[in-house]
């Protein structure tokens, strides 16, 4: 089945860490630019930061500068985002996606996302 399967996530006090893994299944991760959004209850979704197929790109959104970093591992076909000093403001659904990465990211129509993972940030 082609899917990308999501771990990580859970609940982290303010100023806290969490790291979340993105890994493919049935096709190759490497070929494509991966991306993790979130979403919220009652906002829309938003792009959090993306990582270019070849490691070469990488796009961080302003609020997650500085604390977040993604990468890959193209050998064991995961993409990670790790999250470091956690803000309640940070609690949301994520997900990871093929996505086109530059300046900016977006989601590839008819790409793949992954089940979702909640992140809570709460004291």
């Known amino acids: 089945q082609v899917q990308l399967v999501q771990s990580g996530g859970g609940l982290v006090e303010p100023g806290g860490s969490l790291r979340l893994s993105c890994a493919a299944s049935?096709?190759?991760?490497?070929?494509?630019?991966i991306g993790w959004f979130r979403q919220a209850p009652g906002k829309e979704r938003e792009g959090v930061s993306c990582i270019g197929s070849s490691d070469t790109a990488t796009y961080y959104a302003d609020f997650v500068k500085g604390r977040f970093t993604i990468s890959r591992d193209n050998v064991k076909n995961t993409v990670t985002l790790q999250m470091n000093s956690l803000k309640p403001d940070d609690t949301a659904v994520y997900y990871c996606?093929?996505?086109?990465?530059?300046?900016?990211?977006?989601?590839?129509?008819?790409?793949?996302w992954g089940q979702g993972t909640q992140v809570t940030v709460s004291s």
């Open positions: 049935g096709f190759t991760l490497g070929a494509y630019s």
């Open positions: 996606a093929t996505v086109y990465c530059g300046h900016g990211m977006a989601a590839m129509q008819l790409g793949y």
